[in-house]
């Protein structure tokens, strides 16, 4: 039987030729978390989801961080989910911990507390999410922010309190100021704008500046208008207010008109939103240590893009405001 060994070593070369034939092995995915890159990658051409909680999205100046931000993601290859907390910093931690379940790579927050927002914070760091602030930082030490990028609330205060004196200089009198305590940026701003009063009341001599009340604004108009009127009612006689925002600075406004206080009252605000400049354009605020919200959003993308490129980030990053008066408001282009 000479046919049988031939055909055991036939079907002995078919069987190596189909092993032979086989696909090798899948290539390792290179999604493995690593420490600039906590978050798998997904698989499509999008890089990741970066999850904003925004302060409040009926203020413009976030609502300009929002869309810079969204473009300038767009630009690296991420998504973006933008949500608004509505000054409720319950809310807020709500939207981190949706942003964890969807598996966001990176979390952005205004903080609407700058210290109760910490046990959300602290959830996501659990979570392997890297957390970024921007505008109003994290004043709490039970969690970890990579980078907070804002204004230099700190100088920009000291801004609004030279342009103060400046206008008191020589007759001194009553002041105001419309709070945000809530929110670490505030503190600064008024932090600064103190520091200035105080060392001019130092060497003062006839012209004190007294500032008698310190109302909460909660940043917004309706509430500005609230604490501007109780301010002008306890005290007749008020020469300024500082507002810590530029609705603040309009809901006062609108409450000096209506008590026909608006000559004597003078309005420092603080922004250099849209609103604010026509408002300095037309008289009815003195001026605005001015910030850039636009400048904030990219550069915010931009530490992220940086982080999960592995390169060093800074943890805060602070851009100089500038004073903003009338004059300037003349020559602006945003208000042809």
Same mark, same amino acid.
């Given at each position: 039987?000479?046919?049988?060994?031939?055909?055991?070593?036939?079907?002995?070369?078919?069987?190596?030729?189909?092993?032979?034939?086989?696909?090798?092995?899948?290539?390792?995915?290179?999604?493995?978390?690593?420490?600039?890159?906590?978050?798998?990658? /997904?698989?499509?051409?999008?890089?990741?989801?970066?999850?904003?909680?925004?302060?409040?999205?009926?203020?413009?100046?976030?609502?300009?961080?929002?869309?810079?931000?969204?473009?300038?993601?767009?630009?690296?290859?991420?998504?973006?989910?933008?949500?608004?907390?509505?000054?409720?910093?319950? %809310?807020?931690?709500?939207?981190?911990?949706?942003?964890?379940? %969807?598996?966001?790579?990176?979390?952005?927050?205004?903080?609407?507390?700058?210290?109760?927002?910490? /046990? !959300?914070?602290?959830?996501?760091?659990?979570? *392997?999410?890297?957390?970024?602030?921007?505008?109003?930082?994290?004043?709490?030490?039970?969690?970890?922010?990579?980078?907070?990028?804002?204004?230099?609330?700190?100088?920009?205060?000291? &801004?609004?309190?030279?342009?103060?004196?400046?206008?008191?200089? *020589?007759?001194? *009198?009553?002041?105001?100021?419309?709070?945000?305590?809530?929110?670490?940026?505030?503190?600064?701003?008024?932090?600064?704008?103190?520091?200035?009063?105080?060392?001019?009341?130092?060497?003062?001599?006839?012209?004190?500046?007294?500032?008698?009340?310190?109302?909460?604004?909660?940043?917004?108009?309706?509430?500005?208008?609230?604490?501007? %009127?109780?301010?002008?009612?306890?005290?007749?006689? &008020?020469?300024?207010?500082?507002?810590?925002?530029?609705?603040?600075?309009?809901?006062?406004?609108?409450? &000096?008109?209506?008590?026909?206080?608006?000559?004597?009252?003078?309005?420092?605000?603080?922004? *250099?939103?849209?609103?604010?400049?026509?408002?300095?354009?037309?008289?009815?605020?003195?001026?605005?240590?001015?910030?850039?919200?636009?400048?904030?959003?990219?550069?915010?993308?931009?530490?992220?893009?940086?982080?999960?490129?592995?390169?060093?980030?800074?943890?805060?990053?602070?851009?100089?405001?500038? &004073?903003?008066?009338? !004059?300037? !408001?003349?020559?602006?282009?945003?208000? %042809?």
């Amino acid at each position: 039987m000479i046919l049988r060994p031939i055909l055991i070593a036939l079907t002995f070369a078919i069987c190596l030729t189909g092993c032979n034939n086989s696909k090798p092995p899948a290539p390792p995915s290179d999604t493995a978390n690593t420490p600039s890159n906590p978050n798998p990658q /997904p698989v499509s051409g999008v890089k990741g989801t970066i999850g904003y909680s925004a302060l409040t999205l009926t203020n413009p100046f976030f609502t300009v961080i929002a869309d810079t931000m969204k473009a300038e993601a767009k630009k690296q290859g991420y998504e973006i989910i933008v949500l608004s907390a509505d000054r409720d910093v319950k %809310k807020q931690a709500d939207h981190v911990h949706d942003f964890i379940v %969807k598996g966001v790579s990176a979390i952005v927050l205004n903080p609407c507390d700058s210290q109760s927002i910490g /046990p !959300a914070i602290a959830e996501a760091n659990a979570a *392997g999410i890297p957390v970024f602030t921007n505008d109003i930082k994290y004043a709490g030490d039970q969690a970890k922010v990579v980078c907070h990028i804002a204004t230099d609330n700190f100088q920009g205060g000291k &801004l609004a309190g030279d342009a103060l004196v400046k206008l008191l200089s *020589g007759t001194g *009198g009553k002041v105001a100021i419309l709070h945000f305590p809530q929110a670490e940026s505030c503190q600064m701003r008024v932090k600064g704008f103190l520091e200035v009063v105080n060392a001019h009341n130092e060497k003062a001599t006839g012209d004190k500046i007294d500032v008698v009340t310190t109302l909460d604004g909660g940043g917004v108009r309706d509430e500005g208008f609230k604490a501007a %009127k109780d301010a002008i009612e306890a005290h007749p006689d &008020l020469a300024a207010i500082f507002a810590i925002n530029d609705p603040s600075a309009l809901g006062a406004r609108a409450a &000096l008109e209506a008590v026909n206080k608006e000559a004597q009252v003078k309005i420092i605000g603080f922004d *250099g939103q849209i609103t604010g400049k026509q408002a300095i354009r037309d008289g009815k605020i003195l001026c605005d240590p001015i910030q850039f919200p636009d400048r904030i959003g990219s550069m915010t993308i931009e530490q992220i893009t940086k982080y999960f490129g592995g390169d060093q980030v800074p943890q805060e990053l602070l851009i100089p405001s500038e &004073l903003y008066y009338q !004059a300037d !408001a003349e020559k602006d282009p945003e208000l %042809k």
